[in-house]
């Protein structure tokens, strides 16, 4: 099962895949974290008061600020070719044709 889960994130083996799932996690989460003080910042809460709205706003703030924590995290872990490669690959897939 476990190789399953290997190849398919291209890791070289399952503490590297631990560590790939770890900085997805601090990722994810770092991004969540940082984007309060940020929609504070713009006072998003004063713009928008339409919660579906507001909420859509801050999943577009919160992705590109994703992208660049992934990327940090990454390079902090020793990962940064790795998460490249990745989103390469992840964008080339949503590209429009």
Do not use: C, W
Not at 6 to 28: C, E, N, R, T, V
Not at 49 to 60: A, D, K, M, S
Not at 70 to 89: N, P, S, T, W
């Amino acid at each position: 099962m476990f190789n399953k889960i290997i190849y398919l994130f291209k890791a070289k083996s399952l503490i590297h895949l631990i560590k790939i799932f770890i900085i997805f996690a601090l990722a994810g989460s770092l991004s969540v974290f940082l984007s309060e003080p940020l929609l504070k910042v713009i006072k998003l809460d004063e713009i928008i008061t339409f919660y579906p709205i507001h909420l859509l706003v801050r999943l577009i703030i919160i992705f590109p600020l994703y992208q660049i924590v992934l990327f940090a995290i990454a390079f902090v872990f020793g990962e940064y070719d790795y998460f490249k490669k990745f989103f390469q690959k992840f964008f080339n897939y949503f590209k429009f044709r």
